[in-house]
């Protein structure tokens, strides 16, 4: 049973994207390096991942109570359906919690540092 509805799903994706973008949100990666994590306060934790593994849809958002220790099953989840109005945001959402988790602006940076120093040699 998901305790949220599809608006409310929809509302919960936005905002945890908009904190994900803004850098209020911080991603890292779980045991399972499939499985993007963010602790949300002393109670939540937030897991967004590709549900077979690919990096492209079908997605998964899951929000678990810390508090329920490790077995603790979803409190609320939001999964890509087809055609469903969350498939979107989902997407955008699980690219934007990997940047953050494997730092990707850095390592991109990176790249082009390495170029730039073989380019003015």
């Given amino acids: 049973m998901n305790l ?5 799903q929809m509302e ?11 850098g209020k949100l911080e991603w890292g990666e779980s045991d399972d390096p499939k499985i993007y994590a ?7 934790l937030y897991n967004v991942m590709s549900r077979d593994g690919d990096d492209v849809a079908p997605f998964a958002f899951h929000i678990y109570d810390k508090t329920k220790g490790e077995d603790a099953s979803a409190v609320a989840s939001v999964e890509t ?6 498939n979107e945001l989902l997407e955008e959402l699980y690219t934007a919690a ?3 988790a494997i730092n990707a602006d850095a390592l991109v ?4 540092s390495q170029l730039k120093t073989l380019e003015d040699t």
């Fill in 98 to 100: 990997k940047r953050d």
């Fill in 38 to 44: 963010a602790d949300v306060g002393e109670k939540y």
């Fill in 12 to 22: 919960l994706l936005r905002k945890v994207l908009a904190l994900t973008t803004s």
């Fill in 81 to 86: 359906v087809r055609y469903g109005s969350a």
């Fill in 4 to 8: 949220l509805t599809p608006d409310q």
């Fill in 109 to 112: 940076e990176d790249i082009f």
